[in-house]
């Protein structure tokens, strides 16, 4: 019988090394010579600025050799109080340890890293160079306020890569799987890393989910509903009502176009379209396109004009009224802030009212998307963008991982490579995946004219479709929910921005991050968020006087609502003269097929 189990074993392992040769020689042949030139290629031009930035903080660094040696003296201070506890640890003397993870940080759950004296040691001499190393990169004096923030930010790139965890001799927990299984876990886990890298056709694109688990419409953006409009850029779908009556006004969402818009439509239970239907909300969602090389000349006024307005439009034409409510999520809270300016301009008042999921109106403080955004970097993706027409989703969503590299990247390289694992079945990580692609066009005067130059901001300084942008004069009550420890609109960013306009406002600040914290549905009874009947001159004094309350903001956000509304109902709408069923066709638009 154990000869019958080792023949196999053998058989199976046999097997996977073919596969691996054959995937492996196919990889070398059509991609590697191309990538080979594109990373050298990238690596002289220094298209980051990173090489500049390390040499700009060396040159201070040797002018100041005194901070250096200091910076080293403390490091062998602290690598000597390592040893010292170790020996006692090793004779059976309990000692306190000298490096502990950050609160949250997953890297070191397994309980080998603390009880075991020899993986206790690895982590706490890793914890303890890791602390030194960007103490030292921030202590450097004199630094512009840009190389200062590269050298942060990929001094803990280089520091979170560089963690024992992410190593198969380094990581108990990848040992012991490597034990049991007789190394197919490292088999399999190169078999996972070259199906990556076919899926990302010569780039390595790591899968964070079991993507054959979804389908749009039978398992995620499920909530019944018809497309009733579309042009080249969106499809506008209408939902069908769950109460047999509804909110007059209609309700529109616009969500950012660099993602799907079913972020808001995961399953029934974390649904924000589904939970506004059931609250008596007739719900009308964009789905914007996943444009190609044909729509490269698409403006951030074609946005503006075939997007926001003509949405709004078409909602008010459906359901038959003259005034409507939008929500803009993220991107699309930035153009639904353009639009409202511009209907004030035009003195046109369709708008009721307006809710901001995490949106930047001020870009004066972009935190650490900044570091990818700078002159330099801009004309470099420019030029890229020029040569095929578009951004691919792709390369922004590797960016936005970056921001969170140890959740986003390295606990995948874990599992995927070195546990050798398939990625679990999860919708948020599916939808992640599902990136899209933006006109270089757009993309280019969303770049300059936002993050670059901050000219939204300033009356008149842009003009769209004709009309001079001025967010002072947008007198419609507004509401502004921003999250704590969101990296991509940061909530102190989101709040500057807030103030820009000129009618009544609410700001509401909910815990966790740029999704999760928005994609929090009462009955989860997760997190928190703070409330304050008055809007302080800064950030700070906001939060300072503000309240906490347990749960999440949608209640907030429909007793908000409800106000602006003034409980004036009709009889449900049903969709009418419907194009497609949802969730359309325009979502089922792929930048890739999965490999697996």
Same mark, same amino acid.
Not at 144 to 149: G, L
Not at 228 to 235: E, F, R, S, Y
């Given at each position: 019988?154990?000869?019958?189990?080792?023949?196999?074993?053998?058989?199976?392992?046999?097997?996977?090394?073919?596969?691996?040769?054959?995937?492996?020689?196919?990889?070398?042949?059509?991609?590697?010579?191309?990538? !080979?030139?594109?990373?050298?290629?990238?690596?002289?031009?220094?298209?980051?600025?990173?090489?500049?930035?390390?040499?700009?903080?060396?040159?201070?660094?040797?002018?100041?050799?005194?901070?250096?040696?200091?910076?080293?003296?403390?490091?062998?201070?602290?690598?000597?109080?390592?040893?010292?506890?170790?020996?006692?640890?090793?004779?059976?003397?309990?000692?306190?340890?000298?490096?502990?993870?950050?609160?949250?940080?997953?890297?070191?759950?397994?309980?080998?890293?603390?009880?075991?004296?020899?993986?206790?040691?690895?982590?706490?001499?890793?914890?303890?160079?890791?602390?030194?190393?960007?103490?030292?990169?921030?202590?450097?004096?004199?630094?512009?306020?840009?190389?200062?923030?590269?050298?942060?930010?990929?001094?803990?790139?280089?520091?979170?890569?560089?963690?024992?965890?992410?190593?198969?001799?380094?990581?108990?927990?990848?040992?012991?799987?490597?034990?049991?299984?007789?190394?197919?876990?490292?088999?399999?886990?190169?078999?996972?890393?070259?199906?990556?890298?076919?899926?990302?056709?010569?780039?390595?694109?790591?899968?964070?989910?079991?993507?054959?688990?979804?389908?749009?419409?039978?398992?995620?953006?499920?909530?019944?509903?018809?497309?009733?409009?579309?042009?080249?850029?969106?499809?506008?779908?209408?939902?069908?009502?769950?109460?047999?009556?509804?909110?007059?006004?209609?309700?529109?969402?616009?969500?950012?176009?660099?993602?799907?818009?079913?972020?808001?439509?995961?399953?029934?239970?974390?649904?924000?379209?589904?939970?506004?239907?059931?609250?008596?909300?007739?719900?009308?969602?964009?789905?914007?396109?996943?444009?190609?090389?044909?729509?490269?000349?698409?403006?951030?006024?074609?946005?503006?004009?075939?997007?926001? !307005?003509?949405?709004?439009?078409?909602?008010?034409?459906?359901?038959?009224?003259?005034?409507?409510?939008?929500?803009?999520? /993220?991107?699309?809270?930035?153009?639904?802030?353009?639009?409202?300016?511009?209907?004030?301009?035009?003195?046109?008042?369709?708008?009721? /009212?307006?809710?901001?999921?995490?949106?930047?109106?001020?870009?004066?403080?972009?935190?650490?998307?900044?570091?990818?955004?700078?002159?330099?970097?801009?004309?470099?993706?420019?030029?890229?963008?020029?040569?095929?027409?578009?951004?691919?989703?792709?390369?922004?969503?590797?960016?936005?991982?970056?921001?969170?590299?140890?959740?986003?990247?390295?606990?995948?390289?874990?599992?995927?490579?070195?546990?050798?694992?398939?990625?679990?079945?999860?919708?948020?990580?599916?939808?992640?995946?599902?990136?899209?692609?933006?006109?270089?066009?757009?993309?280019?005067?969303?770049?300059?004219?936002?993050?670059?130059?901050?000219?939204?901001?300033?009356?008149?300084?842009?003009?769209?479709?004709?009309?001079?942008?001025?967010?002072?004069?947008?007198?419609?009550?507004?509401?502004?929910?921003?999250?704590?420890?969101?990296?991509?609109?940061?909530?102190?960013?989101?709040?500057?921005?807030?103030?820009?306009?000129?009618?009544?406002?609410?700001?509401?600040?909910?815990?966790?991050?740029?999704?999760?914290?928005?994609?929090?549905?009462?009955?989860?009874?997760?997190?928190?968020?703070?409330?304050?009947?008055?809007?302080?001159?800064?950030?700070?004094?906001?939060?300072?006087?503000?309240?906490?309350?347990?749960?999440?903001?949608?209640?907030?956000?429909?007793?908000?609502?409800?106000?602006?509304?003034?409980?004036?109902?009709?009889?449900?709408?049903?969709?009418?003269?419907?194009?497609?069923?949802?969730?359309?066709?325009?979502?089922?638009?792929?930048?890739?097929?999965?490999?697996?």
């Amino acid at each position: 019988m154990a000869e019958r189990d080792d023949d196999v074993s053998r058989a199976q392992t046999a097997h996977m090394l073919q596969e691996i040769a054959e995937r492996t020689s196919h990889i070398l042949k059509e991609f590697g010579q191309k990538n !080979l030139e594109q990373s050298m290629s990238a690596a002289v031009k220094d298209e980051l600025g990173i090489a500049h930035a390390y040499m700009d903080m060396y040159s201070r660094v040797l002018m100041d050799p005194s901070s250096f040696a200091a910076a080293s003296v403390n490091y062998w201070i602290d690598a000597a109080r390592l040893w010292q506890s170790a020996w006692m640890k090793m004779l059976g003397h309990e000692t306190a340890p000298v490096a502990v993870p950050a609160k949250g940080d997953a890297r070191f759950k397994d309980q080998d890293w603390s009880g075991n004296f020899v993986f206790d040691y690895i982590k706490q001499s890793y914890l303890i160079a890791a602390r030194h190393l960007q103490d030292a990169v921030a202590g450097v004096e004199g630094l512009p306020e840009d190389s200062q923030k590269k050298i942060a930010f990929f001094t803990r790139q280089y520091v979170d890569a560089l963690a024992p965890s992410n190593f198969a001799a380094t990581n108990p927990q990848v040992l012991r799987e490597t034990m049991a299984s007789g190394g197919q876990n490292l088999l399999k886990g190169l078999n996972n890393l070259l199906a990556d890298i076919e899926k990302g056709e010569g780039q390595l694109r790591i899968s964070m989910t079991d993507e054959s688990a979804f389908q749009l419409g039978r398992n995620v953006a499920t909530t019944p509903g018809k497309v009733v409009h579309q042009n080249a850029l969106m499809q506008l779908i209408q939902y069908q009502p769950s109460t047999s009556q509804v909110y007059r006004r209609p309700l529109l969402i616009i969500p950012p176009w660099i993602n799907k818009y079913y972020i808001l439509d995961l399953r029934e239970k974390n649904s924000f379209i589904k939970w506004a239907v059931d609250q008596g909300h007739t719900v009308f969602v964009v789905s914007w396109v996943n444009p190609d090389q044909a729509l490269a000349e698409k403006t951030f006024a074609d946005y503006l004009t075939e997007g926001a !307005l003509e949405a709004m439009q078409a909602a008010l034409k459906a359901t038959g009224e003259d005034k409507l409510n939008v929500i803009g999520y /993220c991107l699309g809270g930035t153009l639904l802030g353009s639009a409202l300016a511009w209907l004030a301009a035009k003195g046109d008042e369709r708008v009721a /009212c307006a809710t901001f999921f995490v949106s930047l109106l001020d870009f004066s403080q972009p935190g650490e998307l900044g570091v990818f955004i700078d002159e330099a970097q801009v004309q470099n993706l420019e030029r890229r963008m020029n040569e095929r027409g578009y951004l691919e989703g792709s390369e922004m969503a590797s960016t936005f991982n970056l921001l969170r590299a140890n959740d986003l990247v390295w606990s995948f390289v874990i599992n995927n490579y070195l546990m050798g694992k398939d990625p679990f079945p999860f919708d948020l990580l599916y939808w992640n995946s599902d990136a899209t692609r933006m006109p270089a066009k757009m993309h280019s005067f969303y770049l300059r004219n936002m993050y670059l130059k901050n000219l939204l901001g300033v009356p008149g300084a842009i003009e769209l479709a004709g009309v001079p942008i001025d967010l002072s004069k947008v007198k419609v009550p507004a509401y502004f929910i921003s999250t704590v420890e969101d990296h991509i609109a940061p909530w102190k960013s989101t709040y500057l921005g807030a103030r820009y306009l000129g009618g009544p406002l609410r700001f509401v600040l909910g815990g966790s991050g740029h999704i999760a914290g928005i994609v929090n549905p009462p009955a989860a009874k997760k997190y928190h968020y703070w409330t304050s009947e008055s809007l302080a001159p800064t950030p700070e004094a906001w939060l300072q006087g503000a309240t906490q309350h347990p749960g999440s903001w949608w209640e907030d956000w429909q007793r908000w609502m409800d106000q602006q509304n003034g409980g004036d109902k009709v009889p449900a709408r049903i969709p009418s003269n419907a194009i497609e069923d949802a969730p359309g066709s325009y979502v089922l638009q792929r930048l890739a097929k999965p490999s697996r």
